[in-house]
């Protein structure tokens, strides 16, 4: 292991070559019988060192920003020298010759220790553990375990989370082992090749309490419970598919659907069975309350009672009566005030065309005037529509005043017409259709 074979092969991994820059650095399968001049890789935070011939852990002070260190199948009888390391979390020495578990209590975060297939036999070999407080994963798989006692320096492991056994004769001496693991483990989430779930906790702790039979009736609760959890989950959703269902006939009924605080909602037969609490049912009243208070102040449908409310349609001025139903449609345009201007100015422009029509032909041609007549109004037309148009300008934005029915309007001026020959008295009708405008 010389600097050159290590700087050609950071090469040839395509790491950098100035030393201290790398992270990593792969030494596996290369052979070497020991470790040696790795001083100028201090920035080293994994090291692979697997599948050589190492017999001695050694020159490692370097390495101080060491988190993972990988050193299974190799030649190692020892575990020693790894002061420096103090920020190592996972060590794996599996595949060795090692026969007591040693010198692990100077790494204080520690967290993976993996030595599996070694040569450790007794209680005595693995005492050690008890010292490293921050060890959480434990595998000691295919040793030559075999007393029942280990389990006292496992429980002494307070962050002891995954523990493996398996190929050890100790599974065998164990009565009950798994269950025996269990219980005197409280923290074991995983044991050898499967989890340990709340349900094989809970199972076991029973069984410890009261034997197979308070096992039995523990695991027939919890089967009931996990089958009721189903049953209720099932239930929900068909409730929810079923409003869906109903708000969904409401709408095409047009009917407005209640909302889902107003609905009954039993997800069990017990819960049916429970009357909703008073206080509950006040406090969703009161909420329901408030929402429609609050909607009636953002959005407001009834006009205040101070204003006469009016409604255009189709041309013509309908007004609303607040004690109920609609006025009777009157035809001549009336002005309301809610209107703004450039609606009343589009609206009165469309029904004022309208109202030419009637007035100069439905209702002047009736009248015994003859066309003589009418042709003798039309010079005075233009004088007078301008007149009008002036005087609409200037009254554009006061208030109009109230009109009169148009058919009694029309029927005077065509009276007066017939007996007064002054211009002043042929205007009037001009000022009358543009009075509209």
């Given at each position: 292991m010389t600097k050159q074979f290590l700087q050609k092969l950071c090469k040839q991994h395509k790491l950098y070559i100035t030393p201290a820059l790398n992270?990593?650095?792969?030494?596996?399968?290369?052979?070497?019988d020991r470790?040696?001049?790795?001083?100028?890789?201090?920035?080293?935070?994994?090291?692979w060192l697997e599948c050589n011939g190492i017999q001695k852990i050694e020159n490692l002070q370097a390495q101080g920003e060491l988190r993972c260190l990988f050193l299974q199948v190799n030649l190692l009888h020892k575990i020693e020298n790894l002061e420096p390391l103090q920020k190592l979390d996972a060590l794996n020495l599996s595949n060795n010759y090692i026969k007591t578990i040693e010198n692990l209590s100077c790494l204080p975060v520690l967290n993976t220790l993996q030595i599996a297939h070694n040569r450790l036999e007794t209680v005595a070999d693995i005492q050690h553990l008890s010292e490293c407080l921050r060890l959480c994963v434990l595998d000691l798989s295919h040793n030559m375990l075999s007393d029942p006692e280990i389990l006292s320096v496992l429980e002494?492991?307070?962050?002891?989370?995954?523990?493996?056994?398996?190929g050890n004769s100790v599974t065998r001496h164990i009565p009950n082992y798994r269950r025996t693991v269990t219980v005197r483990?409280?923290?074991?989430?995983?044991?050898?090749?499967?989890?340990?779930?709340?349900?094989?906790?809970?199972?076991?702790?029973?069984?410890?309490?009261?034997?197979?039979?308070?096992?039995?009736?523990?695991?027939?609760?919890?089967?009931?419970?996990?089958?009721?959890?189903?049953t209720d989950s099932l239930e929900a959703l068909a409730m929810i598919k079923r409003?869906?269902?109903?708000?969904?006939?409401?709408?095409?009924?047009?009917?407005?659907?209640?909302?889902?605080?107003?609905?009954?909602?039993?997800t069990s037969p017990k819960a049916q069975e429970e009357p909703p609490m008073e206080e509950t049912q006040?406090?969703?009243?009161?909420?329901?309350?408030?929402?429609?208070?609050?909607?009636?102040?953002?959005?407001?449908?009834?006009?205040?009672?101070?204003?006469e409310p009016t409604m255009v349609v189709n041309g013509t001025v309908e007004d609303l009566d607040l004690s109920g139903g609609l006025a009777q449609t009157q035809t001549p345009l009336m002005a309301t005030p809610e209107a703004t201007d450039g609606a009343r100015t589009e609206d009165t422009e469309a029904i004022a065309q309208e109202t030419k029509e009637r007035l100069f032909i439905d209702e002047l041609e009736e009248e015994e005037q003859g066309e003589n007549e009418s042709n003798q109004l039309l010079p005075l037309?233009?004088?007078?529509?301008?007149?009008?148009?002036?005087?609409?300008?200037?009254?554009?934005d006061s208030e109009l005043p109230e009109a009169t029915p148009l058919g009694d309007q029309a029927e005077n001026e065509a009276q007066s017409s017939l007996d007064l020959d002054e211009p002043s008295t042929r205007a009037s009708l001009e000022d009358i259709e543009f009075g509209l405008d």
């Open positions: 992270d990593t650095l792969y030494l596996h399968f290369k052979g070497f470790i040696e001049n790795l001083e100028e890789y201090t920035g080293l935070r994994c090291l002494n492991m307070p962050c002891l989370r995954v523990l493996n056994l398996m483990l409280k923290h074991l989430t995983y044991l050898d090749d499967r989890p340990v779930f709340p349900k094989d906790r809970a199972c076991a702790e029973a069984w410890a309490r009261g034997g197979y039979a308070a096992e039995k009736e523990e695991r027939r609760q919890w089967e009931s419970r996990e089958h009721k959890k189903i409003r869906a269902e109903e708000r969904k006939k409401a709408r095409e009924r047009g009917e407005t659907p209640l909302p889902d605080s107003e609905e009954s909602t039993p006040q406090k969703m009243e009161l909420f329901v309350k408030e929402s429609f208070e609050a909607k009636d102040e953002l959005f407001p449908e009834k006009p205040s009672e101070e204003e037309q233009t004088c007078a529509s301008d007149q009008a148009l002036a005087q609409s300008n200037e009254d554009e």
